[in-house]
């Protein structure tokens, strides 16, 4: 099973800041990681597919990068909105796992 | 729109079974991949099952391999997860989304909430 570490844990940030998630996985996935934003109560929403691929809607402040075993999602200009908890997510061998999640607080 | 509404949520004994399921609407269901997540109360998200569009492959997460069950009627845009000898640790909200052929899970139901407890 290919498991994902994300740091840190825990980012608090201002709103404007630029704020930068990481996510490893323990062997290579290639390109194939998806990144997600979750908000209390709500499921959660595709930010990134393909590693770099923004999902539908989602605005150009969120920026996704990597391949192989390391990836990272950076938000360009913190929104009040944007303050959530960012998941990501890969599937090999038609089994997927996540990380273990990124709470973003305002600072 | 697309959609999915999950259904079947409910307190039940352990040892005992649940079926979930889950209507599309809005997209081609009979062409999507779908997939079952799952996250316990006040945690992360936890992959538990995929299924392909025409069935012919289902993968499970080894905490639920050989108690779960996952299906589709495509005929009916409905996805399926048989629970059985459900354990306290399944205790979690049932969210069915569409898979992207491996690539993110596009569109979330709004879940369905499994409680398990004597």
């Known amino acids: 099973e290919v498991v994902l570490t994300q740091s840190p844990a825990t980012l608090s940030l201002s709103p404007g800041e630029r704020a930068t998630l990481s996510c490893r996985a323990s062997q290579s996935v290639g390109s194939y990681l998806a990144w997600y934003q979750q908000k209390p109560g709500q499921a959660p929403r595709l930010l990134i597919y393909d590693a770099s691929n923004r999902a539908t809607g989602i605005p150009a402040r969120f920026s996704g990068s990597g391949s192989g075993t390391d990836f990272t999602l950076t938000i360009s200009s913190l929104e009040p909105e944007d303050f959530a908890v960012y998941y990501c997510q890969q599937r090999s061998n038609w089994r997927g796992t996540f990380g273990q999640g990124t709470k973003l607080e305002i600072k | 729109q697309e959609h999915l509404v999950e259904s079947g949520g409910g307190v039940v004994q352990p040892g005992r079974s649940l079926r979930l399921s889950c209507a599309a609407s809005g997209f081609t269901f009979s062409s999507s991949d779908m997939v079952w997540v799952r996250q316990s109360p006040g945690n992360g998200l936890a992959w538990v099952a995929v299924i392909l569009h025409d069935a012919s492959i289902k993968y499970y997460a080894d905490s639920v391999k050989g108690r779960f069950t996952v299906s589709r009627d495509n005929s009916k845009n409905r996805l399926y997860l048989q629970m059985n000898s459900l354990r306290v640790e399944d205790t979690a909200l049932y969210y069915c989304?569409?898979?992207?052929?491996?690539?993110?899970?596009?569109?979330w139901g709004q879940g369905a909430m499994v409680t398990v407890s004597s």
């Open positions: 989304a569409r898979d992207l052929e491996g690539r993110g899970f596009d569109i």
